[in-house]
Antibody, heavy 122, light 108 residues
């Protein structure tokens, strides 16, 4: 059974960089044509897809966040990571990592991590 | 981007009843690239339906999806106690993929 687990350092202060890592177990990040995604959910708001990466390193970003987001993959550790720069209180959210199945260019998500609440506060 | 509007916001039903959840898109979702997820408190979303009507692995057949274009429906034929949760739709047709704001199915 594939499992994903988020980890990272928080809380984060305004203007700093949020860093999160997703560790994949029960399967290889390099197997199949899956994308590896970050999604977030601000308190009381809808889910928002942030970005994805393939094991090859190809990336795709939500245009609304693209200028502040970097996603990367470490195949040797079966992990992928997110960096979000210049954070504000609006970036406070539960952050999920998820495996995506891409039909044309945009995925839907069949395995999710449990999510981690990241609070941006001074 | 495509805006998905889910209705109703909250659905109050009893176990055994039928639940009908709506997801309306601001523009046509071609090829029925629409998914439904279930989320329980403190848990990650779970994929229920993709391609508007295909059930994900392990999903009971009381869950069914239908629709095309701008109007999609998730139906739970007979509510079980474990089905009381929040349900989200997601389109993966036009970038960026977007989610609806959710429908809460609560026990009446």
């Amino acid at each position: 059974q594939l499992q994903l687990q988020e980890s990272g350092s928080w809380p984060v202060k305004p203007s700093q960089t949020l860093s999160l890592t997703c560790t994949v177990s029960g399967g290889s990040i390099t197997s199949g044509g899956y994308s590896w995604n970050w999604i977030r959910q601000p308190p009381g708001k809808a889910l928002e897809w942030i970005a994805y990466i393939y094991h090859s390193g190809s990336t795709y970003y939500n245009p609304s966040l693209k200028s502040r987001v970097t996603i990367s993959v470490d195949r040797s550790k079966n992990q992928f990571s997110l960096k979000l720069t210049s954070v504000t209180a609006a970036d406070t959210a539960v952050y999920y990592c998820a495996r995506g199945r891409v039909v044309i260019a945009i995925p839907f998500f069949d395995y999710w991590g449990q999510g981690t609440l990241v609070t941006v506060s001074s | 981007e495509i805006v998905l509007t889910q209705s109703p916001g909250t659905l109050s039903l009893s176990p055994g009843e039928r639940a009908t959840l709506s997801c309306r898109a601001s523009q046509s979702v071609t090829s029925s690239f629409l998914a439904w997820y279930q989320q329980k408190p403190g848990q990650a979303p779970r994929l229920l339906i993709y391609g508007a009507s295909s059930r994900a692995t392990g999903i009971p057949d009381r869950f069914s999806g239908s629709g095309s274009g701008t109007d999609f429906t998730l139906t739970i034929s007979r509510l079980e106690p474990e089905d009381f949760a929040v349900y989200y739709c997601q389109q993966y047709d036009i970038s960026p993929g977007t989610f609806g704001q959710g429908t809460k199915v609560e026990i009446k």
